[in-house]
């Protein structure tokens, strides 16, 4: 394994310990290499309403700057139901239950495989 798909995963991996932690709910992580020339994960979570949104994404933030790594761009409110944290290798979906049915990243990207 590569030493960036190595520092990629562990990222994605303290990433969704944080937010099972914050109580989001249905956390999945894509692996879209094969399928997305834009990032290679999106980890996708719910959150059960705005102040939940806002705190699950600070908290993801927070919990990845002692890796030091910083969202290269953050996009959405948590009042649009949808926010975004775009880290280049990895994206990370924060969505409210109805943002998230109506979009269906899963439904999307299924042909990528999930990770564990």
């Given at each position: 394994m590569s030493k960036k798909k190595n520092k990629t995963l562990l990222a994605i991996q303290e990433a969704?310990?944080?937010?099972?932690?914050?109580k989001a709910e249905n956390?999945?992580?894509?692996?879209?290499?094969?399928?997305s020339t834009v990032t290679d994960y999106y980890l996708v979570c719910t959150g059960n309403n705005?102040?939940?949104?806002?705190?699950?994404?600070?908290?993801?933030?927070?919990a990845l700057i002692p890796?030091?790594?910083?969202?290269?761009?953050q996009s959405g409110t948590p009042e649009s139901a949808w926010l975004v944290l775009d880290y280049l290798d990895f994206v990370v979906h924060v969505?409210?239950?109805?943002?998230?049915?109506?979009?269906a990243l899963?439904?999307?990207?299924?042909?990528?495989?999930?990770v564990s």
């Open positions: 969704k310990a944080i937010l099972d932690d914050k956390i999945v992580v894509l692996d879209v290499r094969n399928l705005s102040r939940h949104l806002k705190a699950l994404a600070d908290a993801c933030v927070d890796q030091d790594l910083k969202p290269y761009r969505f409210d239950q109805r943002a998230r049915e109506h979009y899963e439904t999307l990207w299924k042909d990528a495989p999930r």
